[in-house]
């Protein structure tokens, strides 16, 4: 099991939220951005996954809707 951490940065680059996600090897989650993460509700920035040491992980982003706010996100994590 291994800890990735998020930090969730506004269009400025200020840091408006951080949170941690725990996996296993070889584990995955979905989510949607704003249930996850309100506050990045209406909202422009970025979201920054850090690994754990020696780890890996692989991001998936998908818009549902054309012109929607809502984005699906998917982290899948390699073994060490």
């Given at each position: 099991?291994?800890?990735?951490?998020?930090?969730?940065?506004d269009?400025?680059?200020?840091?408006?939220?951080?949170?941690?996600?725990?996996?296993?090897?070889?584990?995955?989650?979905?989510?949607?951005?704003a249930?996850?993460?309100?506050?990045?509700?209406?909202?422009?920035?970025?979201?920054?996954?850090?690994?754990?040491?020696?780890?890996?992980?692989?991001v998936?982003?998908a818009?549902?809707?054309?012109?929607s706010?809502?984005?699906?996100?998917?982290?899948?994590?390699?073994?060490?």
């Open positions: 099991e291994g800890t990735i951490r998020v930090l969730v940065r269009d400025a680059g200020n840091l408006i939220d951080t949170q941690s996600i725990q996996l296993a090897g070889h584990g995955h989650t979905a989510f949607m951005l249930d996850r993460y309100p506050s990045t509700v209406a909202k422009r920035g970025s979201v920054e996954f850090l690994t754990p040491a020696n780890g890996k992980i692989s998936s982003t818009a549902l809707l054309r012109g706010p809502a984005v699906m996100i998917r982290v899948a994590r390699g073994m060490e």
